[in-house]
């Protein structure tokens, strides 16, 4: 049973329930409502006549114009390829959240992160509910630094943590991860969505009032989810996702949302012998290496954060059962099933009996359509088992219709693919470049027969 500190509040419209119920008594969603802490304002006679007192003004109402637009206060990592994605660095009173596959590497490159800062003079806190001190202890040495001076915490009750907060006043706190931390304000399991929603409230707001940057650690679901709460995802400043497979050296972490950066930069690390260390040269590693062309393979350029990057996309096009399957790593599935149905209505090549298998190579997802292009012409290229010529590359959204609809900034991705040595382009016509790229000869075209019938003259 609840104890009667604690309230139902319903995930689709906020309202709430003294107990919990299958539907939600306000807006009738189903199994929604969540146990949380209630607000002590909240107990008193009615909703509003016991709260006259805290209802008085605390701040000046003030027109936007004669408010101070100080910028933040930002405390670079020294991380490079983090402080990119970050925007520059740890905001005072920012709360990140940083997700992943478990053994990618969060805790590694927060611990790194975190000495650095230490380092430089600042004030820190790493409490870790996942592992002892010592086993942190184990990993600062593994990463050569046998003198971290970093404050660790051993502990996962969050009021303790807030109480060590208080008393420390750090500038950059690590919890990791937020999964294991809980409030004995409520009585669900450590890790369910009501403790890890409200943990994470109640360090949000902490992180407000004191000024202390805090990250969080977020564990992801198999579904590649962070477990729970896309609740976290509103609640935080910034949300940066690992990527990458833990089979290969090769991490990258996307921010997906960010109040003080752009969304969807992207840093590449290496995981080494000693740490994650930060590629600056990027553009190369999602690239398997060929000595000769193979039928299957096409190599995009993909531009999602600020910097071109090189990926092969692979298809490989089999003869399938009575139910042949479509399936797809580092793409989107279902816009697979659609460039299938596109590629047979409006060129003519039919894999309705064929399983189609396509992969982002070295475990990058890429979610922006301009990989549409080069996967269906791996996915040909597979079909008629003949390769690509050498040093070719594609990128270019295709719709419905097979019309070929451009991609932001081509003239930067062509560049990019032009200095690693890439000589033949299938592109959109609307990103035909005005001037020539030297060592670069482009075809562009509007539509998909179109690029097939390029394909074919390159033969
Ligand atoms: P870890 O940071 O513990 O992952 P997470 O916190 O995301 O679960 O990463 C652990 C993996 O990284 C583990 O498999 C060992 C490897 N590793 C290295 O290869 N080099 C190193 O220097 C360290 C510390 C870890
Ligand atoms: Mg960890």
């Known amino acids: ?24 008594p306000s807006c009738n969603a189903w199994n929604s409502l969540i146990e949380s802490a209630s607000e002590p304002a909240a107990t008193g006679k009615n909703r509003f006549g016991s709260v006259h007192a805290s209802l008085a003004p605390t701040s000046e109402v003030l027109p936007l114009s004669q408010i101070e637009a100080a910028d933040f206060e930002r405390h670079p990592t020294g991380i490079d390829e983090l402080d990119r994605v970050l925007g520059g660095g740890m ?7 940083i997700g992943g596959d478990p053994g990618i590497g969060k805790s590694t490159l927060l611990l790194q992160a975190v ?6 003079g600042m004030n820190t806190l790493y ?3 996942e592992e002892s001190g010592a086993q942190v202890a184990m990993r600062s040495r593994r990463l050569g630094l046998p003198d971290s001076q970093v404050p660790v915490l051993p502990e996962i009750q969050l009021e303790k943590i ?5 008393a420390r006043q750090p500038n950059i706190a690590i919890i990791d991860s937020i999964q294991t931390v809980y409030s004995d304000q409520l009585t669900s399991a450590p890790g369910s969505v009501a403790q890890v929603r409200e943990c994470a409230a109640h360090l949000t707001r902490t992180a407000k009032a004191t000024g202390t940057s805090i990250v969080l650690v977020g564990h992801v679901t198999k579904e590649g989810a962070l477990a729970g709460p896309r609740v976290l995802e509103h609640m935080v400043d910034t949300v940066l996702y690992f990527e990458g497979d833990t089979h290969s050296n090769f991490r990258l972490i996307r921010a997906i949302k960010n109040r003080f950066g752009a969304v969807n930069e992207i840093g590449v ?12 040269n990027p553009s190369a590693i ?8 193979v039928p299957g393979s096409c190599v995009m350029v993909t531009l999602e954060g600020t910097r071109p990057l090189l990926v092969e996309i692979q298809a490989l096009v089999d003869s399938g059962g009575p139910s042949p399957r479509r399936l797809s790593v580092g793409l989107d599935r279902d816009r697979l099933a659609m460039l299938l149905a596109v590629l047979h209505r409006h060129a003519g090549v039919a894999c309705m009996d064929q399983d189609v298998f396509v992969n982002a190579v070295g475990g990058v997802r890429i979610s922006e359509p301009a990989a549409d292009l080069a996967v269906m012409l791996a996915i040909t290229s597979s079909l008629r088992g003949k390769a690509l010529p050498k040093g070719f590359i594609a990128f270019g959204e295709v719709g419905l219709a097979g019309e070929v609809r451009p991609a932001p900034r081509g003239q930067d991705r062509l560049k990019e693919a032009a200095k690693l040595g890439y000589t033949t382009a ?12 030297p060592g670069m000869q482009v075809h562009a075209v509007e539509r998909i027969e179109e690029a097939m019938s390029v394909v074919r003259e390159l033969d």
Not at 8 to 22: D, I, L, P, Q, V
């Open 1 to 24: 049973m609840a104890k009667d500190k604690t309230i139902f509040t319903c995930n689709e419209c906020g309202g709430t329930s003294a107990r919990w119920m299958g539907k939600c």
């Open 91 to 97: 905001v005072e009173g920012g709360v990140v959240l």
């Open 115 to 120: 000495d650095a800062l230490q380092r430089s």
């Open 127 to 129: 409490v870790t509910g």
């Open 162 to 166: 807030l109480h060590t907060l208080q």
């Open 269 to 280: 690390f290496a995981m080494t012998e000693k740490g994650l260390k930060g590629v600056s």
């Open 286 to 293: 999602f690239l398997s290496q060929h000595s000769e062309p």
């Open 426 to 437: 299938i592109i959109p016509k609307a990103n035909a470049p005005k001037t020539a790229i």
